[in-house]
């Protein structure tokens, strides 16, 4: 008997758990924060939640305070909070073309432990949702969409708008496809701005299981109302709306027998000053009327018509409008009005509202999405690969570039220097618009696949160098090189070959090796000898060369270009007047103001004493005759004359950056967001001509403020090369040499390592970012650098806190985040973990383009929205 009832009651335990599943079908439920493999049924609700970790790769997990805890449901007690980073996405698969509600919870909980409550912005996919602001650490929020994917997933995004760290509690999606409602004009996104339980005899939200569908209806009350309840409400016949009857069983009436209904509502608070609006307005009778008694309303909305002679039935009944409403942004009214035949005042059940959201914000091509996904997951790539790839534009993914005119396209894939290995990906293929790829310097092995040219037909850049490629090169990529179409670069890959069977070709290489070894010690004797006598002609030619025959670099076109030549100590004499202005001093000399024909030059004499002086100035003339870029210094001519030793520049009529910081003379000027942005990316493109435009490569060794000159467009140029030295074989990875620098802008891996990289550049490079940020020396008066008060603001959240406060607030807060990430990504302790200068020239450039788009069209900071309704400011407490 006791083994019947353990298996009836097993049968019925089981049952329950078939139909909450069944009734839950549509239902996504994620606890955001919540730690993987706790997934749980919530108490109250019956809901099944699940943990967000295979939702998203960043953000860490937090709780909120004990007391949070035991006063919310379960699904509020962990948050995922995002202290790093502008943009964090989750990507949630969905069907395609099924409207959802879509629901975003928040409890601050003080989970952090700083009592700051947060503002920030989320997003649906490329498009903004709204801005939270948390007001009341212990109050939970929401925010709510009807929206109908196009694709099958959707990327909910959270944006650090410099106002505290975002975060969230839960993320839950629920099937809205059924009978036909919620319909509207167009593929439209809503906002539920309203979902209003009236009437209702106690303060309780509902929600799942009471409504199948797990909208929230919070209780509203009004002094000038009164509250109706029917007995009846089993004989109420539901609609096409599947309204629960917990809800619908309740009404509000005025308390005045001859009165009226009024309620009043705001709008989100966006810009335009009057909002689309979908109305439902549901209604059921819940008194029994006598024989002689009516009741008969209109519906006004601001005044306006919405209804005319309502009767409402003994069945539930819903009013809604088939188009949108404009409503204003503030002081909406919805008014029942008895008519004069009625002879009892007008009721209401339930009322919603949502609002029209625009979400017209291009987003990339799909079949590019897919790919690029894909590439990440192949070659596991994480940092700021979130969200759409290509847009909003401040957000595009790190080393993308795309096409913003029609349909969104990615045409540029630059994966240098990411340490990925294995094949190159086939999903590479599928970036049809491809225009520039870089994979160099990886450990990517076998062969160059066709697909490169087949199916890449706008293929222009391919960079493969320093990889561990093998095998033929594909026959049709060398056939574009040749005719000029394609920019191929496939050095450092030792096993590739152009034609014949490479296994082949590296056997008989063997074999010619070991001849070759015979060959060359016979040999060895007489090319010394031959290097010998070459050195001694070359003495004695240095020795007879004319002084003008210094083979410079000029650029055609060049006003100075005629006067690069050695100039004479006399000359020098002449040009600076005596030397009579001095421009500045520094540790190996002194600059002098001069004039060549009219044209205003910079003349830099070196101590006689200095012998390192002497040496600093041969290599800086070697590089200058080779370098020219229009963000570095051009090199006029020199003097060598005895031990009179000097460097002849274009004149920086603006003096460098440092004292414009400072600002600490009378000829500075207070540099504003967008000039500090340019200058920065003047200097990122002059440092990575340096590191990529030049061969060998030559790395600056000094990056500085001081070293950044400003000319009388405030265009910014790299100075003092001196320090500057090259690699010394191109297959070379570092240059062990004698450190130096400045101190504050020096590599601490450099300091103790005295391994010289392009990396070491990118540090100080940083460094100065930073500086042009924050307008904070390199070393603050707590003896902290720099990278390190700002690393300490970021995780608070603040970037107002961090961006030079003279601005006042005059500047765009993406690029601002953006610029910020940047600079500590350049000033990264291990040198691996900091950027190439040609990404961060690109992600440098994106900042600029988002500040001048806001100054151009005179915008100020436009993150202040802040949402005033009924629904989204009131916990959601299930029953």
């Known amino acids: 008997m006791l083994l019947r009832f353990l298996f009836v009651m097993l049968e019925v335990v089981t049952s329950g758990l078939l139909v909450q599943t069944q009734l839950q079908?549509?239902?996504?439920?994620?606890?955001?924060?919540?730690?993987?493999?706790?997934?749980?049924t919530e108490k109250t609700t019956g809901i099944n939640y699940i943990s967000d970790a295979n939702f998203i790769d960043s953000g860490v997990s937090k709780t909120v305070s004990n007391e949070d805890k035991i006063s919310h449901q379960q699904q509020l007690s962990y948050v995922r909070s995002f202290p790093n980073g502008m943009r964090n996405c989750y990507e949630i698969s969905v069907k395609s073309a099924t409207k959802y509600l879509i629901r975003a919870s928040f409890l601050y909980g003080n989970y952090d432990g700083l009592n700051e409550l947060p503002q920030f912005d989320i997003h649906l996919g490329t498009n903004l949702w709204d801005t939270v602001k948390i007001s009341n650490q212990s109050q939970s929020i929401y925010r709510e969409l009807m929206h109908t994917p196009t694709l099958n997933y959707v990327h909910i995004c959270l944006v650090n708008t410099g106002k505290g760290v975002p975060f969230i509690s839960a993320i839950e999606f629920r099937n809205m496809d059924f009978n036909n409602v919620y319909q509207t004009s167009g593929a439209t996104t809503l906002a539920r701005l309203v979902g209003v339980d009236f009437g209702s005899l106690t303060n309780v939200t509902y929600r799942y299981i009471d409504d199948l569908h797990d909208r929230l209806w919070e209780p509203y009350s009004n002094e000038h109302w009164t509250q109706l309840n029917t007995i009846f409400s089993d004989d109420l016949k539901n609609n096409d709306w599947e309204l629960p009857k917990s809800v619908i069983k309740t009404a509000a009436a005025p308390k005045n027998a001859k009165g009226f209904l009024n309620f009043y509502f705001d709008a989100l608070n966006e810009t335009a000053t009057h909002q689309l609006c979908y109305f439902y307005l549901h209604f059921a009778e819940v008194q029994k009327l006598a024989p002689n008694e009516t009741r008969e309303f209109n519906i006004t909305i601001n005044g306006n018509s919405f209804s005319d002679l309502l009767q409402p039935p003994n069945s539930i009944y819903t009013i809604y409008s088939g188009s949108s409403y404009y409503v204003f942004v503030k002081n909406n009214n919805i008014s029942l009005v008895q008519t004069k035949a009625s002879?009892?005042?007008?009721?209401?059940n339930a009322l919603e509202i949502y609002q029209v959201k625009d979400f017209s914000q291009l987003e990339t091509q799909p079949d590019d999405v897919d790919a690029v996904t894909n590439i990440k997951k192949v070659y596991r790539v994480t940092h700021n690969w979130q969200g759409d790839p290509c847009a909003p534009v401040e957000f595009m993914w790190e080393g993308l570039n795309c096409n913003f005119s029609g349909t969104l396209r990615i045409t540029s894939l630059n994966l240098s220097s990411r340490g990925i290995i294995g094949h190159i990906a086939i999903y590479i293929s599928k970036l049809t618009e491809l225009e520039s790829l870089d994979l160099s310097n990886n450990s990517l092995s076998g062969n160059i696949p066709v697909f490169l040219v087949e199916n890449l037909p706008s293929l222009k850049v391919l960079n493969l160098q320093n990889n561990n490629l093998t095998g033929l090169i594909p026959k049709a990529l060398l056939q574009r090189s040749s005719e000029g179409i394609l920019s191929l670069r496939l050095e450092q890959n030792p096993n590739l070959c152009e034609s014949g069977p490479c296994e082949q070709q590296t056997k008989d290489k063997s074999k010619e090796n070991n001849s070759v070894v015979y060959v060359l010690a016979s040999v060895s004797a007489f090319l010394m000898l031959l290097l010998v006598v070459l050195a001694a002609a070359n003495i004695i030619y240095i020795k007879k060369r004319k002084p003008?025959?210094?083979?410079f670099n000029m650029k055609s076109?060049?006003?100075?270009?005629s006067k690069r030549r050695q100039y004479s100590f006399d000359e020098v004499v002449n040009m600076t007047n005596n030397f009579e202005r001095i421009l500045g001093r520094g540790g190996f000399g002194t600059v002098y103001y001069g004039i060549i024909d009219d044209i205003p030059v910079a003349v830099k004499m070196l101590l006689q004493s200095s012998?390192?002086?002497?040496?600093?100035?041969?290599?800086?003339v070697k590089f200058l005759m080779r370098v020219h870029h229009r963000n570095l210094t051009s090199l006029i001519g020199y003097c060598n004359e005895d031990n009179n030793i000097g460097l002849i520049y274009e004149y920086m009529a603006n003096g460098n950056l440092n004292e414009h910081l400072l600002g600490k003379t009378n000829r500075t000027k207070f540099l504003t967001w967008e000039d500090r942005l340019q200058i920065a990316v003047d200097v990122a493109q002059g440092l990575e001509y340096l590191h990529n435009g030049c061969k060998p490569p030559i790395i600056h060794?000094?990056?500085?403020?001081a070293n950044i000159l400003l000319n009388e467009t405030f265009q910014a140029k790299l100075a003092d090369l001196g320090l500057s030295k090259s690699f010394i074989k191109s297959g070379d990875t570092h240059v062990s040499t004698v450190v130096a620098g400045t101190l504050g802008y020096l590599d601490p891996e450099y300091e103790t390592s005295k391994k010289l990289t392009e990396k070491s550049d990118v540090y100080s490079f940083g460094v100065v970012l930073l500086k042009l940020i924050t307008g904070q020396a390199t070393t603050l008066s707590n003896n902290a650098h720099i990278s390190e008060w700002v690393g300490s603001v970021v995780a608070r959240g603040d970037i107002e806190g961090i961006v030079e406060p003279r601005l006042e607030r005059d500047f765009d807060i993406y690029s601002a985040w953006k610029a910020v990430e940047i600079a500590m990504a350049c000033v990264s302790i291990t040198s691996k973990e900091r950027p190439c200068m040609r990404d961060v020239v690109v992600e440098l450039k994106k900042c600029l383009a988002v500040e001048s788009a806001r100054k151009n069209v005179g915008a100020k900071d436009s993150n202040e929205l802040l949402t005033m309704n009924l629904v989204t400011e009131i916990s959601p407490v299930a029953r």
């Open 25 to 40: 079908s549509g239902f996504i439920s994620i606890d955001c924060g919540l730690p993987e493999g706790k997934d749980y």
């Open 557 to 561: 076109g060049d006003p100075l270009e």
């Open 701 to 705: 060794r000094d990056i500085k403020c």
């Open 548 to 551: 003008d025959d210094v083979p």
């Open 343 to 348: 002879t009892l005042p007008p009721i209401i």
């Open 611 to 620: 012998v390192q002086g002497h040496q600093q100035f041969l290599a800086e």
